[in-house]
């Protein structure tokens, strides 16, 4: 079939000729992109990049009337976006919860992209909507090996995981669930309780970045059973896992219900090694997974578990043009129920090639790799007499900050760690992240230098000139600061 247009269509016939010509274009334009730009993201801030916009001819905020074809579209375009991103492939991208895709899941995204299936309706995602079920029944099998019936559904983040995990909570025990976390909870726990009108979650005290049982215990003696505890299984700034088999413990004794944002932690379950420190969360009523951190997926590939599967009839909603009674009582697959989106792209796909490709035991194996690798780094810091290591780490955050700034008031060392964490971003030499937690030393709360390391194949090797560098940046630094 000819396109009238003169476009060219990724699927049908011709499609994956056509999509393979022009992904050699874009690949061809990225590498070009990713050789110039050099390091792990491009110097010079924010001016630099809106610069190298503005020289392709874009940067106006006005739609062109006239197209400039696809190959050369496409080439200038995706030299740009490889020129001016941040590379999590580069051991120096080291600041975030965000990692470097796996090529074979990137490969079958284009797939997923490509043949486009809308995971609303069966019939427009027949295979897609089949393969998505049997992956999430694998997840949810992870996450509860004992369960006769636990299910998952695929999310676009941690964020939209924890916010189901609230909304299911609400519709089971009412409007007037009080959500009960730590101080270490992503802040999307209490965005999600805003969202739903409930009220401003009770936050407990935490120890060296975990919950404290006994605080959680205080609170539980003042509120009723219609009361959702929120657990964390690697938080944000450390990766510390909370007292899961202690909480969830207490919550049955309390009658309450538990979920556990595992969002960074939870594909540890895939390492025999690492699933010990989560103990305790197959004891959880739900549990937020995301795939774009030990899963090494592009974004999104967030999951939510639920231990019962009957929790999630709190999603189900009917429409006659998607869901029609007859044809759902004639057989055919109700899509719409499992997402509180309608349309939405076949995430899960990339993702079961993923877990075929590697088996949990392979991405297992990546997810001690990185761990073991943040104790190795943690212990280079440990040695050094110019950094001092915050804490041994939990997961694959290393937090550490230059001595140089040991003998400052805190509030100038603070600015100074600022400071560093920014200069080399403006170099483009390094991404590194930053926290905000007590010191172990003196117990004053102090901002720390991140490392969030979750590059699979990076050694800690890697990381020494990083380290090098802060501390060169920060005794930079310091000289302005005194000679002022």
Not at 104 to 131: C, F, R
Not at 145 to 170: C, I, W, Y
Not at 258 to 273: I, M, P, Q, R, T
Request: with cysteine.
């Amino acid at each position: 079939m000819s396109a009238h247009n003169g476009v060219q269509l990724a699927s049908g016939p011709q499609g994956a000729e056509q999509l393979g010509a022009l992904l050699g274009v874009a690949l061809r334009g990225m590498e070009a992109g990713i050789l110039e730009r050099g390091g792990p993201l491009p110097a010079g801030g924010p001016a630099v990049v809106s610069a190298a916009l503005a020289a392709a001819g874009g940067g106006t905020g006005r739609l062109p009337l006239e197209g400039i074809g696809e190959e050369r579209a496409l080439e200038e375009m995706s030299r740009l976006l490889g020129l001016g991103s941040a590379d999590p492939a580069h051991p120096h991208c080291a600041a975030h919860l965000v990692c470097s895709s796996l090529a074979v899941s990137v490969a079958a995204d284009v797939v997923a992209s490509a043949l486009n299936p809308s995971m609303d309706v069966w019939e427009l995602a027949p295979m897609a909507s089949e393969i998505e079920r049997d992956f999430t029944a694998g997840i949810a099998g992870l996450c509860y090996p004992a369960e006769p019936s636990p299910d998952a559904v695929v999310t676009s983040g941690g964020t939209e995981s924890n916010l189901l995990a609230l909304l299911l909570a609400r519709t089971l025990l009412g409007a007037g669930l009080q959500v009960v976390c730590g101080a270490n909870a992503h802040h999307s726990v209490t965005r999600a309780a805003w969202l739903l009108g409930l009220p401003t979650p009770v936050v407990v005290a935490c120890e060296d970045d975990r919950m404290v049982p006994a605080a959680l215990e205080a609170a539980l003696e003042r509120l009723g059973p219609a009361t959702l505890v929120v657990a964390t299984a690697g938080t944000t700034n450390t990766g510390r896992i909370d007292p899961l088999h202690q909480i969830a413990g207490m919550c049955r004794r309390f009658g309450v219900r538990l979920h556990v944002d595992a969002a960074y932690g939870g594909l540890a379950l895939c390492s025999e090694e690492w699933s010990r420190h989560l103990h305790g969360v197959e004891l959880a009523d739900s549990v937020t997974l995301d795939m774009h951190k030990f899963g090494w997926q592009s974004i999104a590939a967030g999951l939510l578990a639920t231990r019962n599967a009957a929790d999630l009839g709190a999603l189900t909603i009917s429409a006659d043009y998607i869901n029609a009674s007859d044809d759902v009582d004639a057989g055919l697959p109700d899509l719409l129920g499992r997402s509180i989106w309608t349309s939405r792209r076949a995430d899960a796909f990339r993702m079961a090639v993923t877990l075929m490709a590697l088996g949990t035991n392979g991405l297992g194996r990546l997810v001690e790799h990185c761990c073991a690798t943040a104790r190795e780094v943690a212990a280079e810091i440990d040695r050094r007499s110019d950094l001092r290591l915050w804490q041994s780490p939990s997961l694959s955050t290393v937090l550490f900050r230059p001595t140089v700034l040991d003998d400052l008031p805190i509030a100038a060392g603070d600015a100074l760690v600022g400071r560093v964490r920014r200069e080399l971003l403006a170099r483009g030499t390094a991404i590194v992240g930053r926290a905000a937690l007590p010191d172990s030393v003196d117990g004053q709360r102090k901002l720390w230098l991140k490392l969030t390391l979750l590059h699979p194949n990076a050694s800690d090797a890697d990381y020494r000139s990083l380290l090098d560098q802060v501390v060169a940046v920060a005794a930079e630094e310091t000289g302005l600061v005194e000679s002022r």
